[in-house]
């Protein structure tokens, strides 16, 4: 890990959330899944909703090649409520659900153990549950036609065997609401 959390190919923290659809979800867990995106996000920052809509084109899109995409929320919900756990799993059923788990990191240990910073910020993992790309979906937040360009292209490298380039990018929005 470096200081700034994971490096471009260590392994996947495990770690074990509950999410809004009432399961409990595990990260850096083996699975049958040919990479997997970890993304953070919140109810109430602008950047994160304004990719928001981008990020579920990408889980849909990439669900029937194998590719199992994750949000986590680890905002401190007692200073921001919007972000509580319950406002989580209001907002998804409002919005009809999503079409990835949303999850409540409540004791920010998995924000810390990846050293995500921003929301949004994206993590893609291959196959070994090693890290392959961290950072923004894309190159602007204020732009849909960015279509998380940076995002699809180090999956398909990922799909394709290969490597990311670039393999990170500066994430661009709210920062994580540290307790």
């Not at 409540?104 to 549950?129: C, K």
């Amino acid at each position: 890990m470096s200081e700034n959390g994971m490096a471009i190919g260590d392994k996947a923290p495990a770690l074990t959330l509950p999410g809004t659809d009432g399961a409990q979800h595990d990260l850096g867990v083996d699975d049958a899944s040919t990479a997997t995106v970890v993304y953070w996000t919140c109810n109430h920052c602008p950047y994160a909703l304004a990719w928001q809509d981008r990020l579920h084109d990408v889980a849909r899109d990439y669900s029937s090649r194998g590719v199992r995409v994750i949000a986590i929320n680890s905002n401190d919900a007692g200073r921001y409520p919007a972000d509580s756990f319950d406002a989580m799993v209001g907002r998804v059923e409002r919005e009809g659900g999503w079409p990835h788990p949303y999850l409540h990191d409540e004791s920010q240990a998995a924000a810390r153990a990846f050293g995500a910073r921003r929301t949004p910020e994206v993590f893609v993992f291959d196959r070994d549950l090693r890290l392959r790309y961290r950072g923004a979906p894309d190159a602007d937040y204020d732009d849909p036609a960015e279509d998380a360009a940076w995002l699809r292209a180090a999956l398909e490298a990922v799909l394709g065997g290969g490597r990311p380039d670039p393999a990170e990018t500066e994430p661009v929005g709210c920062g994580v609401k540290w307790k």
